[in-house]
């Protein structure tokens, strides 16, 4: 354990405090805290990086620039590093916070700010619960929406119709709640369940419940891939989502956005040429995404939204009719050749299964060949309904375009996030994602391909979505901001988790502070959980 300095108090305080006078010619300014000598700084906007050493003094930033022969408590040598604001993440499953409340597993990655309860999840009430994370402590700032998924669970179970008036107007108060307790916004998840139930006014209405306390909308598209209902693909999913946001007045993230299947491969320049026109009509719409080409979710994503309806026993009642159970496999089959399956089983490896951990890491082609079955993506189908028979499992779909996740990551108003859910060595077999999502864009978009250049990349990971959450003191390094900091080594930074290995910290991240405390020290972990809980508006 690392202590933590006592913040010193400053000249304006002891004035405050009446004590100036006493003081005298002693009230110099305080040695600084921590100073970060000798790096590159890269400051969050997008500036080109320069030669300075940051000064710390408690929580904040005090001073950029020459600071050489400055009185410090600790001085940290970043010569030959690059000192950067600490990473925010707006889409982060942090469900598992009350257990993992240090977040090493992201903060490894430089992550600093978490924003939690994506794709329409996420813990409801909110007050309670981010008193108990507080009083647990955490290892980086976290940050919470608020879930449409929750909401119309805890209002109108699974049901699959339109709510009547009465549960719509309580549906908006546990929105309005939750955004007086300091949620930032609302998400949705409109592929999942009870969310693909709903349709566009009924999200529009707890939208504006939203917006009218400043928040902002993040949505799961009701659709990623082709779709096999007419008039729901990924094109209509993406207007959709543009549609809320011009109908609730709400600023709008496209959240993890990706072109899901073989047959829409290509389309990013669809997707984005939609999300600039709906700028330039005056939507704010921004997009954030993972850089990988492949996704992670429960294999229930393979099985139609209406089988689901009322949920897991309805679900079984359903197999036990022959004329729905053919429907259902068909559905998923369809979804197997066109959709997330990318028309190979071997693009469909099991992550977390609880009822067979052998499985983990292997594809559906392995169980299959396991089980002496033709491969076929009618056995695929079986599979997925035995697997959901015996509690589902979570799945990594190898089924992107290396084109569309470049072109997406190009594009001036996509931030890099996760969707990474925290976690720790041992725990099942997650998406690499979790682990690697930062330094893979140092390292793979900017050092290897050139996507980007570093300032740009680091933009992405900063100020940009920290302007999308209204926290315009973090996300950048400049006199006066949260000393928010990571310094890593442009030239070896790496993200090391595998779609084989994921359990990766990644490599080149020495130094990691959050709020003026160093929680990655010299490449070391160090539990002191300097983070704090986050209320919108509470600055
Ligand atoms: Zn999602």
Not at 104 to 121: F, I, K, Y
Not at 338 to 352: C, E, P, T
Request: include cysteine.
């Amino acid at each position: 354990m690392t202590r933590r300095p006592r913040p010193r108090l400053r000249p304006l305080a002891l004035a405050a405090a009446g004590l100036l006078p006493f003081l005298g010619a002693c009230a110099e300014p305080a040695p600084y805290d921590l100073v970060i000598a000798g790096g590159t700084v890269v400051d969050g906007t997008g500036a080109p990086g320069r030669a300075a050493d940051v000064g710390v003094r408690g929580d904040r930033i005090v001073d950029v620039g020459d600071l050489s022969g400055a009185d410090a408590v600790r001085t940290v040598d970043a010569t030959g590093l690059v000192v950067a604001p600490g990473f925010v993440d707006l889409h982060t499953h942090l469900d598992p916070l009350l257990r993992l409340p240090s977040a090493e597993s992201h903060v490894r990655q430089g992550v600093t700010t978490a924003l939690g309860a994506p794709d329409g999840g996420g813990p409801l009430p909110l007050a309670p619960y981010l008193a108990e994370a507080e009083s647990l402590g955490v290892g980086m700032n976290v940050a919470f929406l608020v879930g449409h998924n929750s909401v119309r669970r805890a209002v109108m179970e699974l049901e699959n119709r339109a709510p009547t008036d009465a549960e719509l107007d309580e549906m908006q108060r546990l929105v309005g709640e939750a955004m007086g307790q300091g949620a930032f916004g609302i998400s949705t998840g409109l592929k999942y369940l009870p969310g693909a139930f709903s349709e566009l006014d009924e999200v529009v209405a707890l939208s504006r419940v939203a917006a009218d306390s400043g928040g902002f909308y993040t949505s799961h598209l009701r659709e990623e891939g082709i779709g096999r209902t007419p008039g729901l693909s990924l094109l209509d999913g993406v207007s959709e989502a543009l549609e809320i946001g011009r109908l609730a007045g709400i600023p709008v993230v496209l959240t993890h956005h990706k072109i899901v299947g073989q047959p829409l491969w290509g389309q990013a320049a669809t997707t984005l040429a939609m999300v600039d026109s709906a700028r330039a009509a005056g939507t704010d719409a921004m997009i954030d995404q993972y850089p990988y080409t492949a996704t992670y979710t429960g294999i229930s994503i393979l099985v139609p939204a209406w089988a689901q309806a009322g949920g897991d026993e309805a679900f079984l009642r359903r197999l036990d009719d022959p004329v729905l159970a053919d429907s259902i496999l068909a559905d998923i089959e369809w979804a197997i050749v066109n959709d997330r399956g990318g028309n190979d089983l071997s693009r469909v490896q099991f992550a977390r299964v609880e009822w067979d951990p052998s499985l983990e890491g292997g594809t559906l082609l392995d169980w299959a060949r396991r089980e002496g079955l033709e491969p076929t993506p009618a056995t695929g189908a079986r599979l997925v309904v035995e697997a959901m028979r015996r509690g589902g499992a979570s799945a990594i779909y190898h089924a992107l375009d290396e084109g569309d996740v470049e072109a997406i990551l190009a594009h001036p108003f996509t931030a890099v996030a996760s969707d990474g859910r925290l976690t720790q060595p041992g725990e099942g077999h997650p998406h690499p994602r979790w682990y690697g999502t930062f330094p893979r864009v140092l390292s793979r978009y900017v050092r290897e391909r050139g996507v980007l250049g570093l300032e740009e990349a680091v933009r992405k990971m900063t100020s940009l979505p920290a302007d999308r959450m209204g926290l315009p003191e973090r996300g950048r390094i400049a006199p006066g901001a949260f000393a928010d900091l990571v310094v890593f080594d442009p030239d070896t930074v790496e993200d090391r988790a595998t779609f084989q290995d994921p359990h990766q910290y990644p490599a080149g991240i020495p130094w990691v502070v959050v709020n003026g405390v160093v929680t990655v020290d010299d490449g070391a972990f160090v539990d002191v959980r300097p983070g704090r809980v986050l209320r919108r508006g509470e600055g």
